[in-house]
């Protein structure tokens, strides 16, 4: 298919639009599915009841360089590195699928107007959470995400990802894009107070970072920039 309009959810509603099957599966383009993934997911719609309207599974790395000891576990997710250690079944709330192997049913995605156009990957930048924006919709009309260990993946993690420049750039975007879908919620969160608690938050993360002795200072200072950009009117990080 072509797609005209430059823009990772533009492309995934392009595909949404053409779907002939009643379920729809994503995968990220550097991304390998294990030879069972799609026999799993498929699984996971007929043998859950009722019917789930999105489904996800593990990400495994493949480190094309050598993971860099600042490198957290928790940071591993802003790579779209992330495994739940969950049986099968219903996530909980403060759980979410990665858009790198999900599947819906394509009907309740359809209903949902699939995709919102305003976040998710345009060219260079790292604008994210839209496929957050979609499972809390669904969940919304009653829909249920349910976790499928067995659909597993695996995401190529490239050198230039694995520096710290791209990390900060990764979590400033992180936070204008929470910051986007707060507003768009129109959920509180977008409140004056919320906003000098985050910067409070902000300067509490810096403090930790500048007394971690630990190896994770770096990681502190990059959550610090995140809640940074969450209370700052920054519209386009570099």
Request: a positive charge; aromatic letters at 8%.
């Given at each position: 298919?072509?797609?005209?309009?430059?823009?990772?959810?533009?492309?995934?509603?392009?595909g949404?639009?053409?779907?002939?099957?009643?379920?729809v599966?994503?995968?990220?383009?550097?991304?390998?599915a294990?030879?069972?993934?799609?026999?799993?997911?498929v699984?996971g719609f007929?043998?859950?009841?009722?019917?789930?309207?999105?489904?996800g599974?593990?990400i495994?790395a493949?480190?094309?360089?050598?993971?860099?000891?600042?490198l957290?576990?928790?940071?591993?997710?802003y790579?779209?590195?992330?495994?739940?250690?969950?049986?099968?079944?219903?996530?909980p709330?403060d759980?979410?699928?990665?858009?790198?192997?999900?599947a819906f049913?394509?009907?309740?995605?359809?209903?949902?107007?699939?995709?919102?156009?305003?976040?998710?990957r345009?060219?260079?930048?790292?604008?994210?959470?839209?496929?957050?924006v979609?499972?809390?919709?669904?969940?919304?009309?009653?829909?249920?995400?349910?976790w499928?260990?067995n659909a597993?993946?695996?995401?190529?993690v490239?050198?230039?990802?694995?520096?710290?420049?791209w990390?900060?750039?990764?979590?400033?975007?992180?936070?204008?894009?929470?910051?986007?879908?707060?507003?768009?919620?129109?959920?509180?969160?977008?409140?004056r107070?919320r906003?000098?608690?985050?910067?409070?938050?902000?300067g509490?993360?810096?403090?930790?970072?500048?007394i971690?002795?630990?190896?994770?200072?770096?990681g502190?200072?990059?959550?610090?920039?995140?809640?940074?950009?969450?209370?700052?009117?920054?519209?386009?990080?570099?």
């Open positions: 298919l072509s797609e005209p309009r430059r823009g990772l959810s533009f492309a995934r509603n392009a949404l639009a053409r779907a002939r099957h009643p379920i599966a994503y995968l990220d383009d550097d991304a390998e294990e030879p069972t993934w799609l026999a799993a997911l699984h007929k043998s859950h009841t009722p019917r789930p309207a999105c489904i599974g593990p495994d493949i480190w094309d360089a050598p993971r860099p000891g600042w957290t576990d928790p940071m591993l997710p790579l779209t590195v992330l495994d739940w250690q969950l049986p099968a079944g219903d996530l709330p759980r979410f699928i990665a858009g790198a192997n999900m049913d394509r009907d309740a995605l359809r209903a949902g107007g699939g995709f919102p156009t305003n976040l998710g345009v060219g260079s930048n790292l604008s994210s959470n839209e496929e957050l979609v499972q809390r919709s669904l969940r919304a009309r009653g829909g249920r995400c349910v499928e260990p597993r993946v695996r995401h190529h490239p050198p230039a990802r694995l520096q710290r420049s990390f900060v750039r990764r979590y400033l975007w992180q936070g204008v894009s929470d910051r986007v879908m707060a507003r768009a919620a129109n959920d509180g969160s977008w409140s107070r906003r000098f608690r985050a910067l409070a938050q902000t509490r993360w810096c403090a930790k970072a500048l971690a002795a630990d190896g994770t200072p770096f502190c200072a990059c959550e610090a920039l995140r809640a940074l950009a969450f209370a700052l009117p920054l519209r386009s990080p570099p």
